[in-house]
């Protein structure tokens, strides 16, 4: 059973940085895919980074925040830990935070419709 718990969100000015991380466990090695989604209020739930596991270097972004925000995995523990580090944050990157996983076969990678399992969310807030 995949568990994901997500921490590190928090209030910050335009221009500032958070690192939001995921506590996963559970999850395959292989042909994973370890998800980053955020949903504003009254908005779609929105794709923001996708990291595929065992192949290293393969990550995808969002074009909204392509070149700001960095998602990366740390698996020399037991317990690993997805991160998305978030830098020069603007005012619409204000939304609930989620990390999601299921194998690649089984999803489209920044769609959220198909994903099996989910965090519980962290909130992220911009300010101006």
């Known amino acids: 059973q995949v568990q994901l718990v997500e921490s590190g969100g928090g209030s910050v000015q335009a221009g500032g940085s958070l690192r939001l991380s995921c506590a996963a466990s559970?999850?395959?090695?292989?042909?994973?895919?370890m998800a980053w989604f955020r949903q504003a209020p009254g908005k779609a739930r929105e794709g923001v980074a996708v990291?595929?596991?065992?192949?290293?270097?393969?990550?995808?972004?969002a074009d909204s925040v392509k070149g700001r925000f960095t998602t990366s995995l740390d698996n020399a523990n037991t317990k690993s830990t997805l991160y998305l580090q978030m830098n020069s944050l603007k005012p619409e990157d204000t939304a609930m935070y989620y990390c999601?996983?299921?194998?690649?076969?089984?999803?489209?990678?920044?769609?959220?419709?198909?994903?099996?399992?989910w965090g519980q969310g962290t909130q992220v807030t911009v300010s101006s």
């Open positions: 999601a996983a299921d194998y690649c076969s089984r999803v489209r990678l920044l769609d959220a419709a198909e994903y099996k399992y």
């Open positions: 559970g999850y395959a090695r292989y042909n994973y895919c």
């Open positions: 990291l595929l596991t065992g192949r290293a270097g393969s990550a995808y972004y």
